[in-house]
């Protein structure tokens, strides 16, 4: 069985241009949930997707911070017009209807932004 | 407020010791409690989890943390650690519907 998938693993990016991070949940799991690590930090949850729906977003900020689980195909968050500050690990988890409790982990993007 | 802390940022220990990192929580309902493992440049791996029962959990890699509710803590235990326990270890508060809260992490360093 294949774990939760993120690409790309490294993406580097100038301010002012987009950044696209992609995960794809374990099979037949049917809730996403992002994560951000800053250096030197722990994990700070972002938001929070069933399919088609987003239940929680209040860990994202309020401008340029965008996420999606369409019915078919991964997940995706989207960073409009990225700043330095962007520069972190995103990391997605997801988690099966029968066990919500626990999440299971990607291996993580690692976004710089120049 | 839901919090999570480990006050241990960071922790060396000689290859044979035993090590017990350590783990608070601010909650308000009755917690799930995690511990999750990540390598350099990796991602999170589940090393254990409390959600009822018996307050000493066992988990992978010959880990264990016990449950105390009188103290707040979820202390993550291990007997006798090898050099390939040195990594980042993270300790977790979240239910059954929502977001985990991390704390920030203790970097466990392994002396041969």
């Known amino acids: 069985n294949a774990g939760v998938m993120q690409n790309p693993r490294h993406l580097v990016r100038r301010r002012g241009q987009e950044a696209r991070l992609r995960c794809s949940p374990v099979?037949?799991?049917?809730?996403v949930y992002w994560y951000r690590q800053l250096p030197e930090e722990g994990l700070k949850f972002m938001v929070y997707?069933?399919?088609?729906?987003?239940?929680?977003e209040s860990g994202m900020p309020k401008e340029r911070f965008s996420a999606e689980f369409p019915k078919e195909g991964p997940s995706i968050l989207r960073i409009q017009q990225v700043v330095r500050g962007d520069s972190a690990a995103y990391f997605c988890a997801s988690s099966p209807d029968f066990l919500r409790e626990t999440q299971y982990f990607g291996p993580g993007t690692r976004l710089l932004v120049l | 407020a839901q919090s999570v802390t480990q006050p241990d940022i960071h922790i060396t220990v000689s290859e044979g010791a035993s090590l017990e990192l350590r783990c608070n929580y601010s909650y308000g309902a009755t917690p799930y409690l995690f511990w999750y493992v990540q390598s350099p440049g990796q991602g999170l791996q589940l090393l254990l989890k409390?959600?009822?029962?018996?307050?000493l959990v066992q988990g992978i890699k010959g880990f264990e943390a016990e449950f105390k509710r009188s103290q707040s803590s979820f202390n993550l235990r291990k007997p006798s650690v090898h050099w390939s326990d040195a990594a980042e270890y993270f300790c977790?508060?979240?239910?059954?519907?929502?977001?985990?809260?991390f704390g920030t992490g203790t970097r466990l360093q392994v002396f041969p």
């Open positions: 997707l069933q399919k088609e729906n987003i239940i929680d």
């Open positions: 099979k037949g799991h049917s809730h």
């Open positions: 409390y959600f009822s029962g018996d307050t």
């Open positions: 977790a508060v979240g239910s059954n519907t929502d977001k985990l809260i």
